[in-house]
């Protein structure tokens, strides 16, 4: 729930809905006196007399806008403060039309014709105006259009734009009202909002009349299906989920406009004619009418905060505004997790409610409709359920439901028979009983969890080969998932505030369960070949998915991995596992992020890489299970940071792994023997391919042969010798590897790499990786893998851009000044990425290998970065042997293996000083955001 000071609290309390009178705030006969004091006080001046009305008009909403905020930010909820926004634009607006019709525009004998009702529609009909929305209005009047209803409408609105008001209007009689709204469904379901303002009462209820009739009675099947493809729809173009990191709090799965949707279903089926009267109509039970109330209270709470934070109608909970919303709804750090993480956790356990309310609701709605039978078949009996072979259980319409309403209160175990029964079948679950197994849950005591066929029961659940992932969205909707396995529970509605990730911890670890069930069943064989080809071989296939539904739950409690292997542990345990499969899953936790950490920012070309990891790992089995978990970990973290990159590297070190595991032996003297081993069959591979190998290439060490693809090494050394074996840069898109691949070959020097970074970066280009070689004859052989900010290779689909780069490149490596300048100034950070402070971390390893210096660098990621830090190398006399970068949204984490030169000794303190200043200079030069309440994000937790 909201964390609140006390003087919230007791403000809060204080302003309950209803707890303020508009007569408070709005003295309306005044106002009108003042508008009639304008008009005689102007009556020869028409221009200064609507000057001074629409001063007296902006003084009233100012005024009770200000209201309006001032009880918001002490405490009032949003819903409250959406009524009172409503209910003083009705004021305003009511005065308005009266100064029109009696001072300006006069009807003294109106005619037929001149009958005008002006109506409220949409969410200002609904007496909730968010403080930037729109003021929706519907001027109706019953015949043609005439001069004296025409200049009401035209002065009124031209006195609203210059109020400054957003205002959406139409003009229709009421038959083009019924017309449209049988035509068009937005149309439809704005006018079902509708709310009579003022004007002519006759014709508010000829519209309320004909509209029933015409438009509402024996349409409610057509208006069912037409809102759920709606609202597919919008929940398709917001990303299928509603627990994105960025929520919009409006159009978002589990926003606002789910709760309309059902409101609109509510009223268009069963009636009502306000807000709490649709409440009460039977569709909603006691406990589903509460639930409405409290998140839709919560959800325009947030709004209203947003709209006043942002200055406009904004909707998006976007990382730089999060951190005020959350400090100004009283959100504070507590027990581990910032105030602004407690924040989205109570938004996306608020947007879970409000998504099983809809699930079950919308489900609910639809069947009824679609279960009413029309012409003759209405004399006929309803059909009956069938009863499935489980008797407990039958199927309604497709659906699987409890064929007794006492059936979980008979036996909570069918809380979790009803899920088995569902994924063997592969039936969808009836909303009666997804809403009777969340009314029940209580009935699941603690004790449950130790019940042996529970425990089997949820096992084959979780571990199924048919869709574990849809049926655990289920069961966490319901709570049944958190509730009986606690350690999920913990992390429903979890966030981590950074641009990394995508989804809240449990969407995120249901949605890594369905890539690995994708997986096993051969669905992405050509995105992951390698987990793929290995899966069946797998013994301890129910460990692995155990361990995947359970890698996650130490976040937030310190270090993820220690304290995830502790809660695995003590779960595994629980369930009643062996204590040895049991550990498996534990040590899987425990280390889940270290194939993905070693194969990304670690050179997996050095012997002792591959060593320390193979003893890490120990057996072949544990090798599998952890690329697969690496794979659909990495996977589910949201679209696009998924690429073949990754997928290369991963298979590179299982690969190496692999052998040494094989071997037997997993000591740097064998895994040098079998790289050396690789390397011999690289050259061989080369000389096969081409015939001849290129002069530079003899001394080559074994680091690169093992380090590209034959075709690649052919590339290579088919551009160098065309070169002569003079200084020369190509490049070519690797799709496969989701990269554009850059050589350039020339004389060493001192600078070279920094030089050639500058071009890089300055263009625009993400450098992935960087690996250096000599050849020889003070000759170098550098070879980058670069992309786009957003993962694309670089200058794909741009030949003549990329020829730019190579010959910019060429020149530098020359000594000479590029031709054409690549600069690229769009990498700018945005407010979204200023809503972080990264803490900058230099760390210097001198045991990680036997040849070099291993450094890490994390800090914010920006233009020039990588070149500043080369500089900074070459100062303190280091020569870079490779370099490994990795991004996290706004943080970036590289990685140098480097040597100094000559007899130098490293000054590591002075070192780390220069570094950590480059670093910082990111956070320095990044546009600050208004936020209250800041994250300092460190690396290690934003992954």
Not at 142 to 157: D, G, R
Not at 158 to 174: M, Q
Not at 468 to 477: H, V
């Amino acid at each position: 729930m909201t964390e609140l000071s006390p003087t919230q609290k007791t403000v809060q309390r204080r302003s309950k809905p209803g707890a303020w009178r508009i007569s408070d705030i709005i003295d309306s006969r005044n106002l009108r006196v003042q508008l009639t004091a304008a008009h005689m006080d102007h009556a020869n001046d028409r221009t200064k007399a609507r000057q001074r009305v629409i001063d007296l008009l902006h003084g009233a909403l100012f005024r009770g806008r200000m209201i309006a905020q001032e009880r918001l930010e002490a405490g009032a909820d949003g819903l409250d403060t959406a009524n009172l926004l409503s209910a003083v634009m009705d004021e305003v607006l009511h005065a308005l039309y009266d100064y029109t019709t009696v001072h300006v525009i006069r009807a003294n004998n109106p005619t037929m014709g001149e009958r005008m009702a002006v109506m409220a529609v949409g969410g200002y009909g609904r007496c909730a105006l968010a403080p930037s929305s729109d003021v929706d209005l519907l001027f109706v009047r019953t015949y043609k259009q005439t001069a004296w209803a025409e200049s009401v409408i035209e002065f009124m609105l031209y006195a609203l734009w210059d109020l400054g008001l957003k205002v959406g209007h139409a003009f229709r009689t009421i038959d083009e009202c019924i017309r449209l709204s049988k035509e068009d469904y937005t149309i439809r379901t704005a006018i079902l909002d509708k709310r009579l303002l003022f004007g002519d009462k006759d014709v508010a209820k000829e519209l309320d009349d004909r509209f029933d009739k015409d438009i509402v009675e024996g349409r409610a099947a057509e208006f069912v299906q037409a809102k759920l493809e709606e609202r597919d729809r919008r929940v398709s173009r917001e990303g299928s989920s509603r627990f994105r990191v960025e929520p919009n709090v409006k159009e978002s799965k589990g926003g606002l406009r789910d709760l309309q949707t059902l409101f609109w279903l509510a009223k268009y089926i069963h009636g009502g004619s306000n807000f709490n009267g649709v409440l009460k109509n039977h569709v909603f039970s006691k406990s589903d009418a509460a639930i409405f109330r409290r998140e839709a209270r919560f959800l325009w709470t947030v709004r209203c905060h947003l709209h006043y934070v942002a200055g406009r109608a904004e909707d998006r909970l976007s990382f730089d505004l999060q951190p005020e919303i959350a400090s100004r709804m009283g959100f504070v750090d507590k027990a581990g997790m910032s105030g602004v993480e407690r924040f989205m956790k109570r938004y996306f356990l608020a947007a879970k409610e409000v998504g099983a309310l809809t699930r079950i609701l919308c489900a609910k709605l639809e069947a009824i409709e679609q279960k009413k039978p029309s012409g003759l078949l209405r004399f006929m009996p309803a059909p009956v359920p069938k009863l499935l072979d489980d008797k407990r259980f039958v199927l309604d319409a497709g659906r699987v439901s409890y064929a007794s309403a006492d059936a979980v209160k008979d036996d909570p175990l069918n809380l979790f028979r009803l899920f088995k029964v569902a994924d063997k079948g592969g039936y969808d679950i009836h909303p009666n009983a997804i809403a009777n197994a969340r009314e029940n849950l209580k009935e699941l005591k603690v004790s449950y969890r130790k019940d042996p066929e529970a425990q089997e029961l949820f096992i084959d659940v979780v571990t199924s080969k048919h869709h574990p992932g849809t049926t655990l969205k289920i069961m966490n909707e319901t709570g049944v998932l958190g509730h009986f396995l606690p350690e999920f529970g913990r992390i429903v509605g979890q966030t981590q505030f950074n641009m990394y990730h995508h989804y809240t911890v449990d969407e995120h670890t249901i949605r890594a369960v369905e890539a690995m069930n994708d997986i096993e069943r051969h669905v992405l064989v050509s995105e992951h070949p390698l987990a793929t080809e290995i899966f069946p071989k797998v013994q301890h296939r129910r460990a692995l998915y155990l361990a995947m539904l359970l890698h996650d739950t130490g976040k937030g409690q310190g270090d993820q991995q220690i304290e995830g292997a502790k809660t695995a542990r003590g779960a595994c345990l629980r369930l009643g596992m062996e204590p040895e499969e049991a550990e498996l899953v534990a040590w899987l936790v425990g280390n889940h992020l270290e194939m993905s950490d070693t194969a990304q920012r670690r050179d997996i070309s050095d012997p002792r890489t591959v060593s320390t990891f193979a003893k890490k790992v120990g057996t072949v089995e544990r090798l599998r299970l952890l690329l697969i978990l690496t794979v659909c970990d990495i996977r589910a973290v949201g679209p696009g940071v998924w690429n073949s990159w990754k997928g290369q590297l991963l298979r590179e070190l299982y690969y190496a792994t692999e052998a040494a595991l094989r071997g037997g032996r997993a000591d740097e003297v064998s895994v040098q023997a079998q790289i050396a081993k690789r390397a011999t069959l690289g050259r061989e591979a080369l000389f096969e391919k081409i015939g001849k190998l290129p002069a530079s290439f003899e001394n080559l060490e074994d680091a690169y042969w093992i380090s590209f693809e034959t075709d690649v090494q052919a590339w290579h050394a088919e551009t160098i010798t065309a070169s002569g074996g003079e200084t020369t840069s190509a490049a070519r898109i690797e799709k496969e590897l989701s990269a554009t691949q850059v050589l350039v070959f020339a004389d060493d020097r001192a600078r070279l790499y920094a030089d050639l970074c500058k071009v890089l970066t300055s263009a625009g280009a993400d450098i992935l990786s960087a690996r250096l070689f000599s050849t020889g004859n003070d000759k170098v052989l550098d070879v980058f893998e670069i992309q786009t900010s957003s993962g694309e290779p670089f200058c794909e689909g741009d030949p003549e851009r990329l020829k730019f780069l190579t010959t910019a490149l060429q020149a530098v490596a020359a000594g000479e000044k590029p031709e054409h300048e690549l600069a690229d100034d769009n990498f700018k950070a945005s407010r979204r990425q200023a809503a972080f402070i990264v803490e900058p971390v230099v760390s210097i390893d001198k045991k990680a290998s036997d040849n070099a210096i291993v450094l890490e660098l994390s800090g914010r990621n920006r233009q020039g970065l990588m070149q500043e830090i080369a500089n900074v190398f070459v100062n303190q006399g280091l020569s870079i042997q490779s370099a490994h970068a990795e991004s996290y949204g706004m943080l970036v984490h590289d990685v140098f293996y480097v040597e100094a030169q000559g007899e130098d000794v490293l000054d590591e303190a002075l070192l780390t000083k220069e570094l950590l200043e480059v670093l910082r200079r990111g956070d320095l030069e990044a546009p600050r955001t208004p936020a209250r309440a800041l994250k300092r994000a460190k690396t290690s937790e934003n992954r």
